[in-house]
């Protein structure tokens, strides 16, 4: 078996591309998606694939809250769009057609349609300042009828997109602008590597299964994308100080795999939640609030939560180094429920 | 063709403001190249007459809103080099206490909001800066920059059309400069001009020459006239060329090659220099004067904003709320 070592970036590219040979009603919509000379929307996923998809390479106008609708027009049509934003904030525009008409039309025809629309949004804060660092899994966690994912590393990326695209319901799958490893004029400083032996083989990650990045007894630490990298390297620097922290990376929000979870909580007892947008009613609100439901007599410590702060994403960098939840900060709450 | 009969005072001003925002872009490029200036920036280089002849229509008292390609628009309203620079760099000093970064720049105090980074959203907020000076009966006109790209926004159609029904004092001016980012103007337009939609909103329209700082400048002149004067809102429809990158390395490779020498031929410093010139209005002496001003402006802006303190890591907590 041949593997090849992709960034998220490529790796998304090559495995937009294999949907799109492997099924002629796959095909993107999105802005700057197919300019020749341009550079495959904001982060390079789709470039050069207008070269062979000539016609299945939607190029839209800015208009999100349209093209989400005609993805949705499309799907319930039978073809499988993957709809994509430049920047998360984006989808913003577009919440009338993803929250109240993608989200809910299976529902609302009493189960007899089906809305295979794959839906990709670039999150995290990366010195853009306040209009485009938001992470949305916070807004779409309440909007029941989507399936959430955010791969944090690029064998998740193929392995769930093409889940997504398969997938007969709707999915948003949030990817990272500091882990897509993009090139030349569009690479971010500050990118973390998340690329991963890509097997030639026809795999597939499932969507709602988690994975334990790193086993450990002590501490379970949650989290996602750039925090679970993060989380990573803030339980290497813990292991010097005696603590064996367990990582997991849940990968799909919606549907969330309890079962890993709650298997690593009765283990450890204790449970950081790691994330990037504000703490108010973040992913963590609703983990926290799970496990303190369901998992009391297994906790030995308060549930821990990191996140930003309750604010928008400001532009200095001092500020939003602030911001940003650090592996030190992740480090310190870990030591917290430790020393209960 | 220009109009004649201003003074060489008027003229060399218009001259100075758009080298500035020239000489500005291009120093915040390499600042930004060097790894020295952070953030992300989206430069108007080409289009500057576009911000210069509207914002000098304009009173102090007006009120503009801008996009992600701001700075031009906010020297060209009043905002300092030093207060624009600092804002770039993340200082206190900048005009939004480093809150806001490129993308953000403004200041109500100089008559401009922050800017709005998000294509198409200052459509509605610039209406709505109209309506309140309509309903507090003040003689003052709301200016709502925007791309080619933002008219396919919803939000176009309904900012439009409520400053038209409400017969608002705002002019929205369309930086039309042929992409929206790497999307080119025709992909996305059936229509011949941008402008001919405004007759759908009932207002007027017009498609100008928006390299031609004169031409730009009497075009915004009577959209703000008729404004002012209770008539309405007016489409402006400014021709012009981004001859740079959209942001930040970007080489513009879908920009074909003949079509970026026609605009460099056809940018309006160059043109206006001539113009200058060839009316004996200033001699190249004085042009190269104004040159070397500027970037002595400019350079002091950017010691100041390096030596200027940075915001306090807790100061992140500020400014959400008034009380
Ligand atoms: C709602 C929204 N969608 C997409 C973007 C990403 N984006 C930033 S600038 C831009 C192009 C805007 O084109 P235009 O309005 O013509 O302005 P120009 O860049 O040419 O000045 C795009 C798509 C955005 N900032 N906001
Ligand atoms: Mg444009």
């Known amino acids: 078996m041949t ?36 550079w495959g929307g904001a982060f390079t996923v789709t470039l050069g694939l207008e070269k062979e998809f000539s016609d299945r390479m939607i190029n839209t106008p800015i208009s999100e809250n349209g093209f ?35 989200a809910k039309m299976r529902y609302m025809s009493g189960g007899k349609l ?27 966690l309440p909007a029941p009828g989507i399936k959430i994912v955010c791969p944090a590393t690029a064998y998740d990326a193929v392995g769930l997109l093409r889940s997504a695209v398969r997938c007969d319901d709707p999915v948003m799958m949030f990817e990272h602008k500091l882990l897509y490893g993009s090139k030349g004029a569009r690479a971010e400083s500050g990118a ?32 996602t994308l750039l925090m679970m990298h993060r989380s990573l390297q803030a339980a290497a620097l813990l292991e010097q100080e005696g603590i064996d922290v367990e990582v997991i990376d ?42 303190a439901e369901e998992m009391i007599d297994h906790l030995t410590a308060p549930i821990k939560r990191v996140a ?24 310190e709450a870990v030591r917290q429920v430790t020393s209960y | 063709m220009s109009p004649t009969g201003y003074g060489p005072d008027f003229l060399l001003d218009l001259y100075r403001q758009m080298v500035l925002i020239r000489h500005f872009e291009e120093r915040v490029k390499y600042l930004f190249l060097e790894g020295v200036m952070p953030g992300t920036i989206h430069q108007c280089n080409g289009q500057e007459a576009c911000a210069v002849g509207v914002c000098a229509a304009l009173e102090p008292a007006d009120v503009i809103t801008s996009t992600h390609r701001p700075h031009g628009h906010a020297l060209a309203k009043g905002i300092t080099v030093v207060e624009a620079m600092g804002e770039l760099f993340g200082r206190t000093t900048g005009c939004c206490k480093g809150k806001g970064g490129s993308m953000h720049l403004g200041d109500l105090a100089k008559g401009m909001v922050p800017a709005i980074a998000i294509v198409g959203g200052g459509i509605p907020v610039a209406t709505g800066i109209a309506l309140a000076f309509k309903m507090k009966k003040e003689k003052r006109v709301a200016v709502c920059f925007m791309g080619d790209g ?99 390395r970007d080489p513009a490779l879908y920009q074909p090659e003949e079509e970026k020498k026609r605009a460099l031929e056809n940018e309006p410093i160059g043109r206006f220099a001539k113009y200058l010139l060839d009316r004996q209005l200033a001699d190249q002496r004085r042009l190269d004067q104004i040159a070397e001003e500027v970037d002595q402006e400019i350079e002091a802006a950017v010691e100041m904003a390096l030596a200027a303190p940075q915001p306090k890591p807790e100061d992140t907590l500020q400014d959400l709320f008034v009380a």
């Open chain 1, 114 to 140: 089906t809305v295979p629309v794959t839906m990709r949004a670039p999150v995290g804060v990366t010195g853009r300042g306040a209009q485009h660092s938001q992470s949305l899994e916070p807004f779409l």
């Open chain 1, 3 to 38: 593997m090849k070592r992709l960034s998220i970036a490529e790796a998304l590219r090559e495995c937009i591309r294999g949907e799109m040979r492997r099924d002629e009603r796959v095909f993107c919509i999105g802005e700057d998606i197919a300019v020749r000379g341009g």
């Open chain 1, 250 to 291: 849940p990968r799909s929000l919606v549907p969330f795999d309890w079962d890993t979870v709650k298997a690593s909580v009765v283990k450890t007892g204790r449970v950081v939640i790691v994330e990037e947008s504000p703490k108010r009613n973040g992913v963590g609100a609703e983990i926290a609030a799970t496990l």
């Open chain 1, 68 to 102: 989400f609708g005609v993805a949705l027009g499309a799907a319930m049509m039978g073809l499988r769009p993957i709809a994509d934003v430049q920047y998360a904030d984006f989808a913003l525009l577009a919440m009338d057609q993803i929250v109240n008409q993608i």
């Open chain 2, 150 to 248: 933002a008219t396919n926004e919803g939000a176009f159609h309904e900012g439009v059309n409520m400053g038209a029904i409400w017969t608002l004092p705002v002019v929205y001016v369309v930086e039309n400069n042929l992409y929206g980012a790497s999307t080119p103007v025709s992909w996305v337009v059936r229509t011949k001009t941008i402008s001919e939609r405004s007759r759908l909103y009932g207002i007027p329209g017009v498609t100008i020459d928006g390299n031609d700082v004169l031409a730009v400048y009497v075009a915004a002149k009577k959209a703000v006239r008729r404004a002012r004067t209770g008539k309405g809102p007016t489409l402006l429809e400014l021709m012009t060329y981004r001859i740079t990158g959209h942001s930040r």
């Open chain 1, 308 to 331: 930003a702060p309750n604010t928008p994403a400001p532009f200095a960098p001092p500020m939003e180094e602030y911001y940003v939840p650090s592996v030190e900060r992740i480090a």
């Open chain 1, 192 to 223: 973390i590597d998340a690329s991963s032996e890509i097997p030639e083989e026809d795999y597939v990650v499932p969507i709602g299964r988690a994975v334990v990045r790193r086993e450990g007894a002590d501490v379970t630490v949650i989290a």
